[in-house]
């Protein structure tokens, strides 16, 4: 069975750009979850989606946002990007809900300059 | 709030060692999930454990081991006969229903350095 995959895995945008990041949940997984590490503030989760549904949000500001499809495929996006949104984004997929054992994707690696 | 706490920011040990990383949760569910994953320098968080707040039966996996007591709300993780491939970053999670649902948080992570 194919791991949750997710492109792209580099990224270098500039201040103020958006961006786009996507998600493949294992097949079968309906809940993806996305998360934030970098090397001050650790892994902090973004938000959930099940269902194409937003299930739940982490502390982050409007300017991240994300959206499921009805295949579980899931985006997020970042719009007027900043220095410190500079991270390794991650993203998990799991069965049903984030309690089940959540698999990770390898990351994409957002630079900003 | 749901807090997690791995005290061990790195440890360092040569290769056979035996060696335990700590994890405290702070929670007021009586119902979570506690989680081991481990990052290797690739980056992609790998799965290790997941454990729900009823069992608090230990378990080993190879030369894996983890502890769970409720009574000091810890769930560490020992190595035994450690190995070169073993070193990593090491994360400790907790998932409970906050009022938005299910939410994990994550431990700050122990970075292993296991050497030849």
């Known amino acids: 069975k194919a791991g949750v995959t997710q492109t792209p895995r580099y990224l270098i945008k500039t201040r103020g750009q958006q961006v786009t990041l996507s998600c493949s949940p294992i097949?079968?997984?309906?809940?993806v979850s996305w998360y934030q590490q970098t090397p001050g503030q650790g892994l902090q989760f973004l938000f959930e989606?099940?269902?194409?549904?937003?299930?739940n949000k982490g502390n982050f500001p409007g300017r991240f946002s994300g959206r499921q499809f009805s295949n579980s495929r899931s985006e997020m996006n970042v719009s007027t990007l900043e220095l410190g949104d500079s991270a390794l984004y991650l993203c998990?997929?799991?069965?049903?809900?984030?309690?089940?054992?959540?698999?990770f994707g390898p990351g994409t690696r957002l630079t900003v300059l | 709030a749901q807090k997690v706490t791995q005290a061990q920011t790195e440890i360092s040990v040569v290769e056979k060692e035996d060696v335990t990383l700590d994890c405290v949760y702070e929670?007021?569910?009586?119902?979570?999930?506690l989680f081991w994953y481990k990052q290797p320098p690739s980056g992609e968080l790998v799965f290790l454990i997941r454990?729900?707040?009823?069992?608090?039966q230990n378990e080993i996996s190879g030369r894996y081991s983890w502890n769970f007591q409720k009574s000091t709300s810890s769930f560490n993780f020992t190595i035994t006969a450690s190995q070169v491939v073993d070193s990593a970053v090491y994360f400790c999670?907790?998932?409970?229903?906050?009022?938005?649902?299910?939410?994990?948080?994550f431990g700050a992570g122990t970075r292993l350095f296991v050497k030849a």
């Open positions: 454990r729900n707040s009823f069992d608090e």
């Open positions: 929670t007021r569910d009586t119902t979570y999930y």
């Open positions: 999670a907790l998932s409970e229903r906050g009022t938005g649902g299910f939410k994990t948080i």
């Open positions: 998990a997929s799991s069965f049903s809900t984030s309690t089940d054992t959540q698999y």
């Open positions: 097949s079968g997984h309906r809940s």
């Open positions: 989606y099940f269902s194409e549904t937003q299930r």
